[in-house]
């Protein structure tokens, strides 16, 4: 250790040490016990089952087919991160819904349940969460971007980096 511990307080750090150890550090400091990571992996891979997953090549061909006019209009790529990861960076064309907020919103950009959508995350389980809750609400056509934008970047795709704060780029009002 790089510092010594006073007598007293040397038992309250040995289990402080040791309640560090049953616990593991997730992406950005978050922590979550091995137990709650466990039934996480559980719960993603039950899902995997009944939800479709589309590769970020296939996703670029279908957003680029079209140059002058874009996308298809049935088509839409919903981010469902953290509003901090969508300001740092999104996939082209994608549209901003948090997973927290998903089922309130998702009317608002996709009325029709016929329409295709593909939502994406960081890394590709939230948002089978999330394409799973939407097939439960009715829509028809719900993938997950296999890999996130994770997937998406290590397939050598481009992303859009924001330039403006959250603030100043969506409608505020109330619902």
Request: aromatic share 8%; glycine share 8%; with cysteine.
């Amino acid at each position: 250790m790089p510092f010594k511990l006073a007598s007293k307080s040397a038992a309250l750090a040995r289990s402080a040490f040791a309640a560090a150890r049953s616990t593991h550090v997730l992406a950005r400091g978050f922590q979550a016990s091995r137990l709650a990571a466990s039934r996480y992996t559980d719960l993603i891979a039950a899902l995997k089952s009944s939800v479709s997953e589309t590769k970020p090549a296939d996703l670029w061909e279908r957003l680029t087919a079209d140059p002058l006019h874009g996308p298809p209009a049935g088509l839409h790529v919903i981010d469902v991160r953290e509003t901090y990861e969508w300001n740092e960076e999104f996939i082209p064309y994608a549209k901003y819904i948090s997973k927290g907020t998903l089922e309130r919103d998702i009317e608002t950009l996709v009325s029709n349940p016929n329409d295709e959508i593909v939502v994406y995350c960081a890394g590709g389980a939230r948002s089978i969460i999330a394409a799973e809750s939407l097939q439960r609400m009715g829509y028809a056509k719900v993938t997950s971007l296999e890999g996130g934008i994770g997937g998406w970047k290590k397939a050598g795709l481009g992303t859009f980096v924001n330039t403006k704060p959250y603030s100043e780029r969506l409608d505020h009002t109330e619902v």
